[in-house]
């Protein structure tokens, strides 16, 4: 959410983020609610203060024929002015609709387009694997290897369910350790988050309106014949929608910023607008686990460049333990979501995609969340501020699988385990078991 504010005196640079994001806004109509909005504001404030002195009046006169004409105004006043509350309430709730749909204004480098071919590559690690034998995708690898089952997840769990088993299931939790590890290094607070969302967190963050298709919502107590709850809840899809509600509506001030935390969480999603795509294997699940990292920074454009990079480095040391070739690309407008200021992905190289595949997303948003989720801090003068906020994976499993299987195998059949995963898995090697 932008300030209105900053809508009103930069329409043109709000039309413009609009258009290159491809939000579906009226701006013009959002500035004409908020004008008649301030309007109304100001009647239903006399009406209010009219409303208050006529009920003292009431309260303190004595004559009974002057109380008697003094309730008779107070009727006709509220018969007349009351509706402006009830159309204020309205206008209220449409003009914070549209608000939400507000989307942050991109970087000034930020490439303009729709796709990874419009993303521009910022850095290049390592080099695409090659093989001197004919290699296996991580499904051949995980059949072999007898470390993942496919076949025996879908019949359990439905369209893209999975099983890890053995080295699979430990190099997974070897995984996700590792990326603890390292934010713990670089001194991130370390938390359990809920995964169970009430929906300000998810409309906080930004996670709704716009990817509520994507939500997987709890069936309601009703459902099953029991007492139906208060409100909608919903499994996360990420850490990050309940990381950033922990700091909602607390009293921070500059002297606790920066605040990194990173947590450790199943992720929930229904991949409803990937119909078709990435239909085999580990790449796009509706299950899988995450290790993500946060930053809550003061107001101020040149510490949030510098914390992204923080995030950044944080997943590139992971992946150069991991040994892994990898491009760090700057996502283009379409693709970057409504909140994003800035976004870099990590794609890592996969030989069975012949390609490079998305593991990670770094993301700068400015106070956007902040304002939406209400989190904010006074400066040394006591001047209130909305903070910005930053994310990053730091490790997601069991995509990272993919990478991790299809780059170390070797001509026999074995999949080499980097050093850094050894002491998670107990081996250095996993061999075949299945001819």
């Known amino acids: 959410m932008l300030d209105i504010a900053f809508i009103r005196e930069n329409k043109e640079k709000v039309n413009d983020a609009v258009k290159k994001k491809a939000i579906k806004l009226d701006v013009e109509k959002l500035l004409k609610l908020d004008e008649q909005r301030r309007m109304l504001i100001q009647s239903v404030e006399e009406y209010r ?69 419009m993303n521009a590559i910022v850095e290049e690690v390592g080099k695409p694997t090659t093989f001197s034998f004919t290699p296996k995708d991580h499904i051949e690898l995980g059949v072999s290897l007898d470390i993942v089952d496919i076949e025996q997840g879908v019949k359990t769990s439905g369209f893209r369910g999975y099983y890890l088993k053995n080295e699979g299931a430990l190099l997974h939790l070897g995984l ?13 607070d370390f938390i359990i988050p809920p995964t169970i969302l009430r ?6 963050s930004g996670q709704f309106p716009f990817g509520r298709e994507e939500t997987y919502q709890v069936a309601n107590a ?5 007492k139906k709850e208060k409100e909608d809840m919903f499994l996360g899809g990420t850490s990050e929608p309940a ?27 229904s991949e409803a607008g990937s119909y078709g795509k990435d239909t085999k294997g580990l790449y796009r699940l509706h ?43 700057n996502v283009c ?50 001047k209130k501020h909305f903070a910005h906020t930053l994310n990053n994976t730091a490790i ?35 061999k075949p078991k299945v001819a």
């Open 243 to 269: 990381l950033l509600a922990y700091f909602a509506d607390k009293k921070l001030t500059a002297a606790d910023l920066p605040i990194r935390v990173g947590a450790m969480t199943p992720c929930y999603r």
């Open 199 to 204: 929906e300000f967190a998810l409309q906080g």
């Open 49 to 117: 203060s009219k409303r208050n002195e006529a009920s003292k009046l009431i309260g303190s006169e004595k004559d009974e024929t002057k109380r008697k004409k003094a309730i008779e105004a107070m009727q006709n006043l509220k018969e007349h002015g009351g509706r402006g509350e009830d159309e204020l309430l309205k206008l209220e709730e449409e003009f914070h609709a549209l608000m939400l749909l507000v989307p942050q204004i991109p970087a000034d480098d930020t490439p303009v387009g729709r796709g990874d071919e």
């Open 287 to 329: 299950e899988f686990w995450k290790v993500e990292q946060v930053v809550i920074c003061e107001a101020n454009i040149e510490e949030s460049e510098k914390q992204f990079l923080l995030l950044l480095e944080v997943a590139k040391s992971i992946l150069k333990k991991l040994e892994l070739p990898y491009q760090v690309v």
């Open 333 to 382: 407008t379409e693709d970057m979501g409504a909140g994003k200021h800035r976004m870099y992905d990590i794609n890592t190289w996969m030989p069975s995609r012949k390609g490079y595949g998305e593991t990670h997303s770094n993301s700068m948003l400015l106070d956007w969340q902040a304002r939406r989720m209400n989190i904010s801090y006074k400066d040394a003068e006591g």
């Open 222 to 226: 009703a459902a099953f014949g029991g």
């Open 396 to 430: 997601a499993s069991p995509r990272m699988l993919i990478a991790l299987l299809e780059n170390h195998q070797q001509k026999d059949g074995s999949v080499k385990i980097p050093k850094a995963l050894q002491k998670f898995v107990g081996a250095k090697i996993i």
């Open 176 to 188: 996700m350790m590792l990326g603890v590890e390292e934010l713990r290094a670089h001194g991130f």
